[in-house]
């Protein structure tokens, strides 16, 4: 028997042993994909608890609350192959609760930011703030923030400087970052429109495929296997953010497979 006559037989073999064995259950999968969601929510959340809590010092000094309309416009960066990755071993995730959507008579009620450095998330900067207003119904079954958690929490006057200077110059990443931007604007960051801004919102309209459902921060990070409670709480979305920032560059670069490859490349 010649060596084709040998091969011709062993895809018969191997074509007639496939259509033997049984295929597995519809319900096996889903038992399988169940397994690997809760394996990667328990390995995101113990990456949230891992995260150092930045110690905050409360100000004194009263701060009025800024007008949305002289805020400089916010225009989120665009990530190619050939962004400059050095820029970019320090950044913040950060994401803000609020009490509604506009920023006029609205405040924020939490705000977090996660510090990532060489790709990888560090510490976190984050507070419940107390705002002048009860907490609306609707805002509290979002976010689950109710006006007892906020009684002893500090104004937020009395953390925009030290939430300025953790954020120093580094690049900002939010998902939908205008929004969380002009509210921290308006409630008093006057540095919220000098930094560097990247929006995974419309990062995610870029990368995503076109079939994707939407592009809310919880439907992209399935897309990309990063499993959290989508709770609207600032921490969790702020990390999740952060790591789907860094999925993107990683997509972006033909030359990347994991963050080492992204480290090395940002240190020459």
């Known amino acids: 028997m010649g060596a084709l006559d040998k091969l011709k037989g062993f895809l018969d073999k191997y074509k007639t042993d496939q259509k033997a064995a049984p295929a597995p259950a519809a319900s096996d999968w889903a038992e399988r994909e169940r397994i690997f969601r809760q394996k990667k929510k328990d390995e995101f959340q113990a990456l949230l608890l891992s995260l150092s809590v930045v110690d905050i010092t409360l100000s004194s000094e009263k701060h009025n609350r800024?007008?949305?309309?002289?805020?400089?416009?916010?225009?989120p960066k665009g990530i190619t192959k050939s962004t400059?990755?050095?820029?970019?071993?320090?950044f913040v995730a950060l994401d803000v609760e609020t009490t509604g959507i506009k920023t006029g008579g609205n405040d924020v009620i939490e705000v977090s930011a996660v510090h990532f450095h060489d790709f990888e998330p560090t510490e976190v900067f984050t507070t419940l703030i107390r705002p002048r207003k009860p907490i609306p119904p609707d805002a509290s079954a979002v976010n689950g923030i109710t006006d007892a958690m906020v009684q002893d929490a500090p104004c937020f006057f009395e953390i925009a400087p030290a939430l300025e200077s953790y954020l120093g110059k580094m690049p900002l990443v939010a998902h939908n970052a205008p929004f969380d931007l002009k509210h921290l604007y308006v409630n008093g960051l006057d540095s919220a429109d000098k930094h560097t801004v990247y929006d995974t919102l419309q990062l995610s309209k870029k990368f995503c495929d076109d079939d994707i459902l939407d592009h809310k921060l919880s439907t992209v990070c399935n897309e990309y296997r990063i499993y959290f409670d989508g709770a609207h709480r600032a921490t969790a979305d702020a990390l999740a953010c952060g790591l789907l920032f860094v999925q993107f560059l990683l997509q972006s670069r033909e030359d990347c497979y994991d963050i080492s490859d992204l480290v090395k490349i940002a240190a020459k």
């Open 66 to 75: 800024n007008n949305a309309i002289e805020m400089a416009d916010i225009s």
């Open 84 to 90: 400059n990755l050095s820029k970019l071993r320090d």
